[in-house]
């Protein structure tokens, strides 16, 4: 078992090995190519919509909480739908928007704020562990791999110095860097009683919009971590009881490189599939088409008659007859959720589902 010696940042590092320097330039590289097309679209809400509900999907399946595509989108588009899995991984979502919302206003990340999104992520007012006895358990054997900080004091000193490396940049770490540190870090501070792996990879991507690397929280990095889920426990002991930095930092650098890859071929999609909609609706039913009733379409996938009235400014009627006109079209199809009838976008629903069924990551 390793024994809690967590010890304060910052850590001692060699930012300046090879390795780490090499795989810098390809990660920083990727992430430049996606903010750099991110930034073309006009709408960047659909993008960022349709990236965060996979990294939402996965994030939460990381911890075994587990559903489908279609009971998560109904339970996006339902508040009362009765889908305790999906629920939560609706509750990742905003957590995630609200912590991109919080760090657009503030242009800083504090220990309340992170507390405000494992709030909403676990949809309590729990926050930071009070009673000791949380221990980390290898899942196969039971075994104790790790204790963490146990008395809430400990807890709240590591948080604030935490919350000052992160905000502070006179070290003139390379922020990638720094990201793999805070990461390691958070994980192992394990402030809450449920929910940290989820904050944690709230954090990574919120870190990388305070520095202005990302302006949205557009990186699907779970997806990384779940193809190389042994890799990331067994380096992360390797930090705990080693002090083995380099690894740690390539492997997260890696996870970078790589989700950005997949992150920008995924917004291509997208975008792609909305310039063919755009071209088929005016071909198939110009008389309802616009370019702000095509974009309602894809920011959700399943939209319903209130949304396209409050959003186009148009009669209840007019709605109903523009998502019937859809629908007779092949673009949408609709099912009865409770009392309301919810229309899904089926060409968006199709190619985010396909994400899960092919490795984005080696296209």
Known sequence: MAENNLKMLPPELNPEASQILKQLIHSHKALAELKGFSETIPNKNILINSVIINEAKDSSEIENIITT??????????????NPAAKEVVNYRRALWQGFELIKEKKILTTNMIIEIQSIIENNDAGIRKVPGTVLKNPQSGE??????????????????????????????????????????????????????????????????????LNSPILYLSKYIIENKNKYYSLFQEVRENGSWDQWII????????????????????????????????????????????????????TKISFIQEGLGVTRKTASNYLSTLEKAGFLSSEKLGREKIYKNIRLFKLIKSINQKNLTKG
């Open 69 to 82: 595509h279609d009971e998560l989108f109904k339970a996006m588009s339902k508040e009362n739908y009765n």
């Open 251 to 302: 492997y997260i650098l890696k996870g970078v490189e790589e989700t950005a890859a997949a992150s920008l071929k995924l917004l291509k999609e997208i975008n792609n599939l909305i310039e063919k909609t755009a071209e088929d609706m005016k071909a198939k039913i110009p008389k309802i088409y616009s370019r702000e009733l095509l974009e309602l379409l894809f920011i959700e996938f399943y």
């Open 144 to 213: 104790v791999i790790y204790t963490p900080p146990e008395s809430e004091a400990r807890i709240i000193d590591l948080l604030n110095n935490l919350e000052n490396y992160i905000n502070e940049d006179r070290d003139e770490v390379d922020p990638l860097v720094k990201m793999a540190v805070i990461h390691y870090q958070f994980e192992s501070i394990h402030p809450f009683y449920d929910g940290n792996g989820r904050t944690g990879r709230i954090i990574n991507l919120l870190y990388l919009v305070l520095k202005d690397i």
